[in-house]
């Protein structure tokens, strides 16, 4: 990404936030700098604080739309927050004149709903460890992710140290080996040792 065109996403993320009346946190301008660098990192801040969209918004303004497949990958712990997860992300789109598909994938998934997601892959998954694993062990697994440019975890403080976390981070190596260039972020509101935690992610 150039440095012109990193400067027009900058700027129109930004303006997004104020758009919604918003004051811009410090942890979200570092977050949105360095998702624009192709950076990964680690963002810890308070629940409620505007974690979300430090990492949708520079996801969805530096988006390509000739580039098809999954663009942001979301894993969540807890299928309890997917809708809510799903419904930020698609609003904050909208709002960004960005025509994205936000899908969730868990257990609860129909299987009309999952038929649908391989005929019309979705610019953003929002899925679990253990159904990102059943994806990445189908026929032609690589083709969604092919143009993969970031792998969000939420709750990571829920999966650090635990099996499902093992199965995470398993199936962040596989999908690095599909895109060497892939961006990797945590999100948490209650990890102490941060550079440990972010090592390991």
């Not at 801040?45 to 949708?56: N, V």
């Not at 979301?74 to 709002?95: D, F, G, V």
């Amino acid at each position: 990404m150039s440095n012109k065109t990193k400067d027009t996403a900058k700027s129109k993320a930004l303006k997004w936030f104020a758009k919604q009346g918003w004051e811009v946190h410090a942890f979200q301008k570092a977050a949105i700098d360095a998702y624009l660098a192709g950076k990964g990192g680690l963002v810890n801040a308070p629940t409620g604080s505007g974690k979300t969209y430090s990492l949708a918004i520079p996801s969805i303004v530096s988006h390509n739309p000739k580039k098809k497949g999954i663009h942001l990958l979301w894993i969540t712990p807890l299928r309890s927050l997917a809708t809510e997860i799903q419904e930020a992300i698609a609003t904050a789109a909208n709002s960004l004149d960005c025509n994205w598909h936000v899908a969730i994938r868990n257990g609860d998934t129909s299987t009309k709903e999952r038929t649908r997601q391989k005929k019309e892959i979705p610019q953003c998954l929002v899925t679990t460890p253990e159904s990102l694993h059943l994806l990445l062990a189908q026929k032609k697994h690589d083709d969604p992710f092919k143009n993969l440019d970031a792998v969000v975890v939420d709750e990571w403080h829920e999966l650090l140290g635990s099996k499902r976390g093992v199965q995470t981070e398993l199936a962040i190596s596989r999908l690095k080996h599909i895109n060497p260039k892939l961006k990797v972020w945590g999100i948490s509101a209650t990890i102490g040792n941060l550079q440990q935690a972010m090592e390991v992610l």
